[in-house]
């Protein structure tokens, strides 16, 4: 879904942007009118977060866009080496299971996916984005 109900384009770059955004300070709104996506950030001026809150809280246009959590993201990321990776190269499958144990995952799974090549690299960032458009569709289908 790429429009709302009213035939507007939804700004969907925007949208991929606000759920993967990890800085909790930062606030992203859809605008179930016009498609656009508000981006609220404490680095914006005074007035500025003044004048933008006010204009979200006057209207019912605007609905928060969620997250994607931390927990679904290493989901994804430990769903990939189980469907993805174990059943063609089992290497790959132990140095990448290693790397999500303990704290840093996120940190040490890219790193070591560099280190397995672009083939892995390619094909982890194709099947990370497919969950993310999934995810975006729900998300939508859900407020919309």
Not at 2 to 30: H, K, R
Not at 70 to 99: C, G, H, I
């Amino acid at each position: 879904m790429t429009t709302l109900p009213n035939g507007n384009p939804i700004d969907m770059e925007m949208l991929e942007v606000a759920m993967e955004d990890s800085n909790l300070t930062n606030m992203y709104f859809l605008n179930t009118q016009t498609g656009e996506v508000l981006f609220l950030s404490e680095d914006d001026d005074m007035d500025e977060q003044e004048r933008l809150t006010e204009e979200i809280e006057g209207s019912n246009d605007y609905v928060r866009i969620e997250r994607i959590s931390s927990s679904e993201a290493y989901q994804w990321m430990s769903n990939f080496v189980e469907e993805v990776v174990a059943p063609q190269d089992q290497r790959a499958s132990q140095k990448l299971s290693t790397a999500l144990h303990g704290k840093g995952a996120f940190r040490r799974f890219k790193d070591t996916l560099y280190t397995l090549g672009e083939q892995w690299t390619q094909t982890w960032y194709d099947w990370r984005d497919q969950r993310l458009k999934e995810a975006m569709e729900a998300w939508l289908r859900e407020v919309l």
